[in-house]
């Protein structure tokens, strides 16, 4: 007897993979929220103080203020200072609260921990936004919630990294972290959409609305995220294994790249335990100096202060520069600030494609930012000149800048965390990630800092200090890149040998 056999017209989805693509929309969607709660302040900047002479006339007869229509206590001359203290208040925190959140990142659940921290944020950002509804005036409570939330807004990078990195190994790691990273610039520009459809008319729902979203994110992360693919009974990915390279993974970049400082040396699999779950189940964490010591950490690190400072420059205060110099309303201002954004989006893959094909992460990064110096210069001096000029400036702009820093806060940060010294240790990955972006983070809270100090002076002189900061970046690189070229010529070397023997 015959019997129907049903047709598939396609293969089944392993499990695997259906964890691995569920960790990377999870993992994208709550970072994702975390831009997206930190965007609001830079565009309700430009309400808090706007030029009231264009709002209408002076509805108070017994004052002859010029600021009549300004938000207390951010109403009088020293209100960029005031606004870089806001900054500063959130970035500070941030940047220090991320070199211990690694460490408590490795020791406590991760679902738990990301989970708790965006419930948290949500609340605080919540309450800076009522604020508003509160007629609260005092400088004080501002800063307070923007301490908390920097603190508790740390637990947010270490975590997704990390739980990304246990599912993928690093063959093209680079393109799929790169498109994976274009979650901060897609938070950005929905936090600066949300944000701007209140901004005119009650401004604490700039804050309020994105405070619920995050906070609903984190409510979904803590009953859907897989931490480990042990877990679910997957198999890990090849650095888990103590013993290098499994046959189980075949990674490209292994074989065309292993002269690079951030190569995991394949070997053979001849060490490859039948069981993956072994060998990973009892790691003893990494010490904060153990992570110090892995070679590129310390370079990449001082390299992202100075690319972060620049990047979040922009985050805050490119809306507030439009307004001031292209004279745009304030929705206008941070509706055009988004295409910095959107560059960023295909710098960020940009970066991971290319240093995936050459092995190079740290040549990639330096060519951008060399190229990054002069296109502030440009943008500066004509970026202003006609709405299709300023778009196209924003674009390059936001390619060139957030390119090297994408990379270097995701695919760098996990190579670095699976690194061939660690013999397989992947607790690794937290700790390394938090030591790189909270130094970054230094430089995330000088840059908005310098620019409150420094734009009084003129805009000019805020470019030039962005200028300077990309110079250094790239300098800071320079011996990772002379190690990756000489692995470079190595390797044409004795390919060279091959062929003509």
Not at 229 to 244: I, L
Not at 457 to 472: E, H, P, Q, R, S
Request: hydrophobic content about 45%.
């Amino acid at each position: 007897v015959l019997q129907a056999v049903p047709l598939t017209l396609t293969p089944p989805v392993s499990p695997s993979r259906r964890y691995r693509g569920l960790t990377l929309v999870l993992t994208f969607l709550c970072y994702t929220s975390y831009h997206l709660s930190r965007k609001p302040i830079s565009i309700v900047k430009s309400q808090l103080h706007p030029n009231c002479s264009a709002v209408g006339p002076n509805p108070h007869n017994d004052s002859n203020s010029s600021a009549w229509c300004s938000w207390a206590p951010f109403d009088g001359d020293n209100y960029k200072e005031l606004f870089g203290a806001l900054d500063n208040a959130f970035l500070v925190a941030y940047a220090i609260g991320m070199f211990i959140s690694g460490i408590f990142g490795e020791r406590l659940p991760l679902r738990y921990y990301l989970s708790g921290g965006m419930v948290l944020s949500g609340l605080f950002t919540a309450l800076f936004g009522l604020g508003y509804f509160w007629d609260i005036h005092v400088l004080w409570y501002f800063i307070i919630m923007q301490v908390c939330n920097g603190l508790v807004q740390t637990t947010g990078w270490p975590s997704v990294v990390a739980c990304v990195g246990n599912w993928f190994g690093k063959g093209k790691r680079g393109l799929i972290m790169g498109i994976w990273n274009s979650h901060t610039s897609v938070g950005n520009i929905l936090g600066s959409l949300i944000a701007g459809a209140w901004v005119s008319s009650a401004w604490g729902f700039s804050f309020v609305v994105p405070g619920i979203i995050i906070a609903v994110m984190g409510i979904i992360c803590f009953f859907f995220l897989v931490e480990y693919p042990e877990d679910v009974g997957c198999s890990p990915p090849m650095h888990h294994d103590a013993g290098g390279v499994t046959s189980k993974e075949k990674d490209p970049e292994a074989v065309t790249s292993n002269e690079g400082p951030l190569s995991i040396s394949g070997q053979s699999s001849g060490d490859h335990s039948s069981s993956p779950k072994e060998p990973a189940e009892e790691p003893e964490a990494i010490s904060f100096l153990g992570a110090l010591r892995i070679p590129g950490v310390v370079e990449f690190s001082l390299c992202l202060l100075f690319a972060k400072l620049v990047s979040y420059t922009f985050l805050y205060w490119l809306p507030l520069y439009i307004v001031n110099v292209a004279h745009f309303g304030a929705k206008e201002a941070g509706d055009l600030s988004t295409l910095f954004d959107v560059g960023g989006i295909l710098g960020g893959i940009f970066a991971g494609l290319i240093s995936d094909y050459t092995g190079g992460r740290a040549t990639t990064c330096c060519v951008m930012l060399v190229v990054a110096a002069p296109m502030l210069f440009l943008y500066n001096h004509v970026g202003q000149n006609g709405i299709g000029t300023s778009i196209a400036m924003l674009i390059v702009c936001g390619a060139l800048v957030n390119g090297p820093y994408a990379l270097i806060t995701t695919a760098v940060s996990a190579d670095l965390g699976t690194h061939e010294s660690l013999k397989g240790n992947a607790k690794a990955l937290s700790t390394v990630t938090a030591i790189i972006d909270g130094t970054g983070s230094v430089g995330a809270a000088l840059g908005p800092l310098l620019a409150g100090l420094i734009s009084p002076t003129g805009w000019n002189n805020v470019f030039y200090m962005l200028i300077a900061a990309d110079v250094l970046a790239c300098l800071l690189l320079a011996r990772v890149v002379v190690k990756e070229v000489r692995g470079w010529c190595g390797f044409m070397a004795r390919k060279r040998g091959y062929v003509r023997t």
